[in-house]
């Protein structure tokens, strides 16, 4: 997924990525041989991992867990039944393009922007 859509994204705003912080699970964390590691070495990304039991450090992406749980999850699970995987796929692509684009975000790195708008506050300061 790193490699499909979103290296492409910052890369297309000439925006450097120089590293990424994931947990430590294992579709993250496998040995060197690992597409996603080889990935990132060919593409000169530090591949950082959170410490076991530090939800500090790990807190953005413990509250987007919530948040597309509550979101989306816990509501489209009680009104459609998936007969596959793609279409699960497909309704989980669009909330995240509503959740990204559409829905402001409260907290101190956004501030009621949506995160595309902060996002590309970056590109602007870059121009």
């Given amino acids: 997924m790193l490699h ?3 290296l ?13 912080l994931t947990d430590n699970g294992r579709e ?3 040995t060197d041989k690992h597409p996603d590691e080889l990935y990132l070495d060919l593409n000169g990304i530090e591949h950082r991992r959170t410490r076991v ?5 790990n807190g ?9 749980l509550d979101e989306s999850f816990r509501v489209t699970m ?3 039944f998936y007969e596959t ?13 509503h959740d990204n684009t559409e829905r ?13 708008e902060t996002v590309m506050s970056f590109v602007s300061q870059e121009a």
Wanted: proline letters at 8%; a positive charge.
């Fill in 4 to 6: 499909n859509e979103v």
């Fill in 8 to 20: 492409p994204f910052y890369r297309h705003l000439d925006l450097p990525v120089g590293a990424v």
């Fill in 28 to 30: 993250f964390c496998g």
């Fill in 53 to 57: 039991r530090t939800p500090k450090t």
């Fill in 60 to 68: 953005f992406v413990e509250r987007f867990n919530g948040t597309i």
């Fill in 78 to 80: 009680r009104e459609t």
């Fill in 85 to 97: 995987v793609e279409a699960l796929q497909a309704d989980l692509d669009a909330w995240l393009v």
């Fill in 104 to 116: 402001p975000h409260l907290g101190y790195r956004n501030m009621g922007r949506r995160p595309v």
